[in-house]
T-cell receptor, first 113, second 110 residues
Framework: DAEITQSPRHKITETGRQVTLACHQT?????MFWYRQDLGHGLRLIHY???????NKGEVSDGYSVSRSNTEDLPLTLESAASSQTSVYFC????????????FGPGTRLTVL | KNEVEQSPQNLTAQEGEFITINCSYS?????LHWLQQHPGGGIVSLFM???GKKKHGRLIATINIQEKHSSLHITASHPRDSAVYIC????????????FGKGTHLIIQP
């Protein structure tokens, strides 16, 4: 069955370290998204991609980067982790049309000490 | 920027009750999603609407495009319906990323 996976599921790191969160989908979707979920804010869009080599900034992109070298993967990198980036991160993917649902990964809980 | 408001923020009800969760948004959209997030954290898409009404089992979602408002109804509620219900909108002509409400935390007591 097609699926979307994230790794690691939990990560503790220190301020200033580089961290990469993996997202892998086997739906063969062109559109992929990264969101973060924080109490009091709900989910917010970090970055998104419409296909290989395409990346775009979302609402809260500062301090994050993504790259898309193939259809299946969209890794999210925190260049220099900050305590404000402690959050739960969700990856999602969807078909090209705006009228299709998004499928969410299980989430990664990141703690920056 | 689209402002998405959900009400109520928290709702506790008895098993069997009819549940309504509301969502309003400020700017025209191409689609609205209702999502469910269980205590384990996983997010599941329940409905995607661009007009009218959809039904799946005991769940019904409606949208009024003119009023910029959607409702999610649960009939004959059950403790397993306890979850956070999240409304999200896809902005018309904008990025395909979603803008989310803060969620409604629903608890159904036996």
């Amino acid at each position: 069955d097609a699926e979307i996976t994230q790794s690691p599921r939990h990560k503790i790191t220190e301020t200033g370290r580089q961290v990469t969160l993996a997202c892998h989908q086997t739906w063969n979707h062109n559109n992929m998204f990264w969101y973060r979920q924080d109490l009091g804010h709900g989910l917010r869009l970090i970055h998104y991609s419409y296909g290989v080599h395409d990346t775009n900034k979302g609402e809260v992109s500062d301090g994050y980067s993504v790259s898309r070298s193939n259809t299946e993967d969209l890794p999210l990198t925190l260049e220099s982790a900050a305590s404000s980036q402690t959050s739960v991160y969700f990856c999602a993917s969807g078909e090209e049309s705006s009228y299709n649902e998004q499928f969410f990964g299980p989430g990664t809980r990141l703690t920056v000490l | 920027k689209n402002e998405v408001e959900q009400s109520p923020q928290n709702l506790t009800a008895q098993e069997g009750e009819f549940i309504t969760i509301n969502c309003s948004y400020s700017v025209g959209i191409s689609a609205l999603h209702w999502l469910q997030q269980h205590p384990g954290g996983g997010i599941v898409s329940l409905f995607m609407l661009s007009s009218g009404k959809k039904k799946h089992g005991r769940l019904i979602a409606t949208i009024n495009i003119q009023e910029k408002h959607s409702s999610l109804h649960i009939t004959a509620s059950h403790p397993r319906d306890s979850a956070v219900y999240i409304c999200a909108v896809r902005n018309r002509g904008g990025a395909d990323g979603l803008t989310f409400g803060k969620g409604t935390h629903l608890i159904i007591q036996p």
